[in-house]
């Protein structure tokens, strides 16, 4: 799994009313969409897209995107 798929998947999972350009030292609270419908797509997300089951504690835990990554990746 790539970083740049994973920031694509990220934002289309959050499903940005604005284009926002992304990397992975995005915080999370700097994102305007950032709402836990927002975290329930990504949750969705990592567990359609890369069959890692992350819960709102792991997911509260995170401060950036990059996080989130980390969080995929390791598991």
């Known amino acids: 799994m ?6 694509q ?3 289309d999972a959050v499903d940005f009313q604005q284009p926002i350009e992304i990397n992975a030292q995005t915080t999370l609270k700097s994102l305007p969409e950032w709402d836990s419908l927002a975290a329930l797509g990504v949750i969705v997300m990592c567990d359609l897209e890369y069959q890692v089951t ?5 997911l509260s835990n995170c401060d950036t995107v990059g996080d989130i990554f980390n969080l995929i990746t390791n598991s």
Do not use: C, H, R
């Not at 790539?2 to 920031?7: D, E, I, K, P, S």
């Not at 992350?54 to 792991?58: S, V």
């Open 2 to 7: 790539g970083l740049q798929q994973f920031l």
């Open 54 to 58: 992350i819960t709102g504690d792991q």
């Open 9 to 11: 998947n990220f934002s």
